[in-house]
């Protein structure tokens, strides 16, 4: 494939198969390794939109951010 780019409907296609190739197990970790960095990603960010929030307050808020995802 020298010279050529991947569509992205195929490279979307490739990730699928190799997760189809995983067990339950390396799926879920992968799983909970994003929700950790989707956890990280918005402790660096709650502190811009509360720049009073201590340590502590940064985790409340955080746990509510949470609780607000859930269906």
Do not use: F, N
């Not at 494939?1 to 997760?19: E, F, H, N, V, W």
């Not at 929700?35 to 409340?60: F, M, T």
């Amino acid at each position: 494939m020298k010279g050529s780019r991947m569509t992205p409907d195929a490279a979307l296609a490739r990730q699928i198969a190799c997760y189809r190739k995983m067990t339950g197990e390396e799926r879920l970790a992968i799983a909970l390794d994003l929700h950790e960095l989707a956890c990280d990603v918005a402790r660096e960010g709650i502190p811009r939109q509360h720049p009073e929030a201590d340590e502590a307050e940064v985790e409340r808020l955080l746990r509510r951010r949470l609780e607000l995802s859930r269906p």
